[in-house]
């Protein structure tokens, strides 16, 4: 499963660069993207009593499922 996914090339797919085992366990060497992650900005949003803005909900949405329909 992990090789298929390495092969997914998409804007909304984080890009696999290598994967293996190594001691004993294996790992995935993934791109790395800036910024907050979207568990860090809902509990900010939880903490301060607000919900996410529907327009950016919608949008993570829109991604999630462009992504999906490619993989």
Same mark, same amino acid.
């Given at each position: 499963?992990? &090789? *298929?996914?390495?092969?997914?090339? +998409?804007?909304?797919?984080?890009?696999?660069?290598? !994967?293996?085992?190594?001691?004993?366990?294996?790992?995935?060497?993934?791109?790395?993207?800036?910024?907050?992650?979207? +568990? &860090?900005?809902?509990?900010? *949003?939880?903490?301060?009593?607000?919900?996410?803005? !529907?327009?950016?909900?919608? &949008?993570?949405?829109?991604? *999630?499922?462009?992504? !999906?329909?490619?993989?």
């Amino acid at each position: 499963m992990a &090789r *298929l996914a390495a092969r997914l090339a +998409h804007p909304n797919i984080c890009t696999v660069f290598d !994967l293996g085992e190594a001691e004993g366990g294996y790992y995935l060497a993934m791109e790395y993207v800036p910024g907050a992650s979207l +568990h &860090r900005v809902l509990r900010t *949003l939880e903490k301060e009593g607000r919900d996410l803005p !529907l327009p950016a909900a919608l &949008r993570i949405v829109a991604q *999630l499922l462009e992504a !999906l329909d490619y993989a």
